[in-house]
């Protein structure tokens, strides 16, 4: 496990839960949150339209915001979808479809501009794939992108990776794999990545939750910044899963069990923070 950058603190120990709410707590203030939704504040459905945030989490992610510098939501939902499951919170902010979109605070939602001229493209693809993937598939479009989900029929994984990862050479466009999905977006460049390294630029330190293999950018992200910034500490946490947990643990400094693990622990969390 990697040793938690505390500055010029030494020696540097193990991370722990405990030592790392104690590290936070002294600025808090400072710190920003950053969570995945899918399979990390909300369990992974068969039907990823009826995904609801696990219990505990929205009482949690309200009671967290005024005790930190920033909570945001890094998805790769729209931000409609995060705004209607969180829209209620105040001081929430939503990136969604991996940082194409953003929305801070219950504001208007900014489209990267690079990916506008793709909706179209998107569009024509989901119809495409709605017509020649075989019965089994979900087809899910979300304006800037395209999710390509198995979870229903595993057996069909190779034939619906084969065919979007052909699509997409055929277009001109990025795939990212995921648990039992694959999504096909625009080739602009961003990612959860991105998206923590310009919103930690000046803060103190940063914790992110996060599940599947996209979540890794996040995690380098926050190793990154704390190389460059010995007085940056950065946190990451995996939620775990049957599917790409291990991958995701291995790049984590603490693992939680699931989604509705993950509720208590940020329960308790806001206690220790206050």
């Given amino acids: ?12 120990t193990p991370l722990d839960a405990a030592r790392a709410w104690a590290v936070t707590a002294e600025r808090a203030g400072d710190y920003v949150f950053f969570f995945d939704f899918d399979g990390t504040l909300a369990p992974v459905d068969e039907d990823p339209t009826a995904v609801q945030p696990a219990p505990k989490v929205l009482a949690a992610l309200e009671a967290l915001a005024p005790v930190v510098r920033r909570v945001a939501i890094v998805s790769a939902r729209p931000v409609e979808f995060l705004r209607d499951h969180f829209g209620g919170l105040v001081g929430i902010d939503l990136y969604g479809l991996y940082g194409l979109e953003h929305s801070h605070s219950g504001g208007e939602t900014v489209t990267e501009p690079a990916a506008l001229p793709w909706v179209p493209t998107m569009a024509e693809l989901a119809e495409l794939a709605r017509g020649e993937l075989p019965p089994g598939t979900l087809v899910e479009f979300k304006r800037l992108s395209v999710a390509l989900h198995y979870r229903t029929a595993p057996h069909l994984a190779e034939a619906v990776e084969s065919w979007g990862r052909a699509q997409a050479d055929r277009l001109g466009l990025r795939v990212q794999a995921g648990r039992m999905v694959l999504e096909i ?33 996040a995690f380098t992200a926050l190793r990154a910044r704390a190389a460059a910034d010995p007085d940056f500490v950065g946190v990451c946490v995996a939620v775990a899963n049957p599917e790409t947990g291990q991958e995701v643990a291995r790049a984590a400094d603490l693992t939680i069990d699931s989604p509705a693990a993950l509720g208590d622990f940020l329960s308790d969390a806001v206690t220790r923070l206050r």
Avoid: T
């Fill in 1 to 12: 496990m990697p040793p938690l950058n505390l500055g010029n603190q030494e020696p540097p």
């Fill in 185 to 217: 977006k625009p080739p602009v460049d961003r990612d959860k990545g991105m998206v923590i390294d310009e919103a930690v630029r000046s803060a103190a330190g940063a914790w992110y939750f996060g599940d599947d293999v996209s979540d890794i950018k």
